[in-house]
């Protein structure tokens, strides 16, 4: 990826994607490149910037299987535990009545 980015830098202004920290955990990095050009018009030098953009990209993650989930009319299984708490006990409060 190093000699692609060098032969074509214009291609790789930005992008992101997945990398290894030190301590082995996975994060979504997106990566800012500039080609930097020695006299004669090579490249010599490439500036990256990356972000850390893991969080953003878990919650798209999550609200894209929301959205996925709402969709098809499947309800997440925490909503179906309150309403099938919720639902004796409305029931015992009736019969109070």
Do not use: F
Not at 25 to 34: A, F, I, L, P
Request: net charge negative; glycine share 6%; proline share 3%.
């Amino acid at each position: 990826m190093i000699k692609d980015i060098g032969a074509h830098p214009e291609r790789y202004v930005s992008n992101e994607n997945e990398n290894i920290r030190r301590n082995g955990e996975r994060v979504q990095v997106t990566w800012m490149n500039k080609a930097i050009y020695d006299e004669a018009g090579n490249v010599s030098e490439i500036l990256c910037v990356g972000i850390d953009v893991t969080e953003k990209w878990q919650l798209e993650k999550r609200l894209a299987q929301a959205q996925k989930m709402e969709s098809i009319g499947h309800w997440p299984a925490a909503s179906l535990t309150i309403l099938t708490i919720s639902y004796p006990l409305s029931s015992d409060i009736r019969s109070y009545r």
